[in-house]
């Protein structure tokens, strides 16, 4: 079974507004940790925000948040007030506590468009 | 300013001929990664490596190589062997968990672009 599903290829969102990209997860450990990744076509990898399995709170940065659905597995990626700029290819990550800890995992991906 | 260097930047191999790319890492890290990316795809795991001496191969190892005599540095040989070498290379580094428990990301290099000609 994939351990990270991002099942939208691509998306477009009209400039200034919000976006949801999903991805879901499988994982049988407690703690874990989820990472979201910006790539844009210059191919640089750009942490953009962190959820850790036990934290309570959605996680936020600036204009990322994480919407968190611990039951669901789910760990989407919400950009609000687009912006040309985040056109990229944005991946799911997922790093567990127990079995090898240092192994990450990664979504396919999906292809963010912003629209002007 | 800690981070990691890949080089080099652009590289172009002829049919049999093994390359090295060329991963530091200031970091400090323990933990060291070789992925590949072909176009419009995600990363595809080839080695890790979590301590000096010892690395795992990951879901792509064939036709590939790496070796890890200094925590600073993971290089990776891509041989004739690999039919297909062509691909977009990202190194990486992270160390398990930071401050209260929080698991902590990976750092990537800027990559490495390898065609075969």
């Known amino acids: 079974a994939q351990k990270i599903t991002q099942t939208q290829p691509g998306m477009f969102v009209q400039e200034k507004e919000a976006v949801t990209l999903d991805c879901t997860y499988d994982?049988?450990?407690?703690?874990?940790?989820l990472f979201w990744y910006k790539q844009p076509s210059s191919g640089e990898m750009i942490f953009l925000i962190y959820?850790?399995?036990?934290?309570?709170q959605n996680a936020t940065e600036g204009r990322y948040s994480l919407n968190f659905q611990k039951a669901r597995k789910s760990a989407n990626l919400v950009i609000s007030a687009s912006q040309l700029g985040d056109s990229a290819m944005y991946f799911c990550a997922m790093r567990e506590g127990k079995n090898n800890f240092n192994k990450f995992y990664f979504g396919s991906g999906t292809k963010l468009n912003v629209k002007p | 300013d800690g981070g990691i260097t890949q080089s080099p930047k652009y590289l172009f191999r002829k049919e049999g001929q093994n390359v090295t790319l060329s991963c530091e890492q200031n970091?400090?890290?323990?933990?060291m990664y070789w992925y590949r990316q072909d176009p419009g795809q995600g990363l595809r795991l080839i080695y890790y490596?979590?301590?000096?001496?010892?690395?795992q191969k990951g879901d792509i190892a064939e036709g590939y190589s790496v070796s890890r005599e200094k925590k600073e540095s993971f290089p990776l040989t891509v041989t004739s062997a690999q039919k297909n070498p062509t691909a977009f290379y990202l190194c990486a580094s992270s160390i398990p968990r930071g401050i209260a428990g929080r698991w902590n990301e990976q750092f990537f290099g800027p990559g490495t672009r390898l065609t075969v000609l």
């Open positions: 970091l400090n890290h323990d933990a």
């Open positions: 959820q850790g399995s036990y934290d309570q």
């Open positions: 994982t049988s450990d407690p703690s874990y940790g």
């Open positions: 490596s979590q301590i000096v001496n010892d690395f």
